[in-house]
């Protein structure tokens, strides 16, 4: 109907009612994906000049519409083109905390694409850090959970994590994991797995408070898949590195065979589970403190798991984890309650093309039979056949491969 021009055109009116409640429309209106290009086409920078204004009504509608705005990648160039990031930053230190969240939530969309970082951190000098940091110890909760998706976005950046690290982050990023806010804690485990993946951080995350807090949150949040399967990926990278007894002296291999038990973890956390337990077992003295937890639910939960074929990357993390602790009799003697299930998902890796899932059907297949029971019971079952066919595979693949060398050496 031709209205946005005008009610663009009222932003510059003298007029402090009007600019509140053009501003206002303008805020509605960028949340339409067509009315983000219209009103960026009409210009942004009486927008951008009302976000300074003294009226506090003005300024948290004018941040706002500049929010919406900044959903579009294509009007976050135009936006930063027109010096929209010295003013976003400095907002972040408004007294008002509307201000203040509408600001960072618009500085996190701009950071989530990388290539305005270093437009970023070159206001003020890191500026944009320091602040974010010390808004994780805002006392209203969705700042200091905007300041945590910002930081993680910005994290994605190798450098600005050693920055963010520097500046001694780990304290508020504590308290943060311990909120009783569920989105505080799901940002602020998000921030914590993006750390946890570059191997410089690992003394720094790999702390008794850290993992005791790693431990509280699968223990607590079982609900909450996000909580569940980041703490149990933050556990898996820091396990790859070195000092994995801390790790297992701590609460979060607890913490990881509680949710696995619980019946509320969803298959997408049961992957993330599985996959920190599995990395774990590798460890000698991993394997000791996992037998301490071995028994009947758990046993059982386990080989259900491995035996599910809807996720195959989940039966075999499962099943990775079962042979691991095969060489301890109390998990021979637990397993022997499930014979038939555990020959059915050998059978299935047997079967599978993947030569991963072979070897590993085969190396729990030949350990099992190391017990008079389990090889009594294998021998009347088709799992010998087919391992019969396998060698017999295995031998043509190895004759094959034997003519093809000596033909390239001739």
């Not at 050693?162 to 943060?176: F, Q, R, S, V």
């Not at 914590?192 to 993946?197: A, D, H, V, Y």
């Not at 003394?203 to 898949?225: A, I, R, S």
């Not at 039979?369 to 066919?389: G, I, R, T, W």
Request: contains cysteine.
């Amino acid at each position: 109907m031709g209205l946005l021009e005008p009610i663009l055109e009222l932003l510059e009116s003298c007029d402090s009612t009007v600019q509140c409640n053009s501003c206002a429309c303008i805020m509605t209106l960028a949340v339409s994906e067509s009315n983000q290009e219209a009103i960026s086409s009409a210009g942004v920078v009486p927008l951008l000049a009302l976000a300074n204004s003294y009226d506090p009504r003005i300024q948290q509608n004018a941040v706002g519409a500049i929010l919406n705005l900044t959903r579009s990648e294509r009007i976050q160039q135009i936006l930063c083109k027109e010096g929209a990031l010295p003013i976003l930053i400095l907002l972040l230190e408004c007294p008002d905390s509307e201000v203040q969240y509408y600001s960072c939530t618009a500085l996190s969309n701009v950071a989530a694409n990388s290539q305005h970082h270093e437009a970023m951190l070159r206001v003020g000098d890191r500026l944009l850090l320091r602040t974010l940091i010390s808004l994780l110890s805002s006392s209203v909760d969705k700042v200091s959970c905007q300041a945590c998706v910002c930081l993680r976005n910005l994290a994605t950046n190798v450098n600005i994590q050693a920055e963010i690290i520097a500046m001694d982050i780990l304290p508020k990023l504590l308290t943060l994991l311990a909120s009783n806010n569920s989105d505080v804690q799901q940002a602020s485990v998000a921030l914590l797995w993006i750390l946890s993946q570059h191997p410089a951080n690992q003394d720094t995350l790999m702390q008794e408070e850290v993992l005791q807090n790693l431990g509280v949150l699968l223990l607590t949040c079982q609900k909450d898949p996000a909580i569940v399967g980041l703490s149990a990926c933050i556990i898996k990278n820091l396990s790859l590195f070195k000092n994995v007894q801390r790790i297992i002296e701590s609460p979060c291999v607890g913490g990881l065979l509680q949710a696995i038990l619980s019946t509320e973890t969803q298959e997408e956390s049961l992957h993330y589970l599985t996959c920190s337990l599995a990395e774990l077992a590798k460890h000698e003295g991993a394997t000791l403190h996992l037998l301490e937890w071995m028994n009947e639910p758990l046993i059982k939960r386990l080989v259900r798991l491995a035996g599910q074929q809807e996720h195959t990357e989940l039966s075999f993390q499962a099943a990775s984890i079962v042979r691991h602790m095969l060489c301890y009799d109390k998990v021979m003697s637990l397993l022997k309650c499930h014979l038939g299930e555990v020959q059915h998902y050998l059978m299935n890796f047997l079967n599978r093309q993947e030569i991963r899932f072979q070897q590993l059907g085969i190396s729990t297949l030949g350990k099992l039979q190391e017990d008079p029971e389990f090889s009594s019971a294998f021998s009347q079952s088709q799992l010998m056949n087919h391992l019969e066919q396998i060698r017999h595979q295995t031998e043509e693949t190895q004759e094959l491969l034997k003519m093809a060398t000596s033909h390239k050496g001739s």
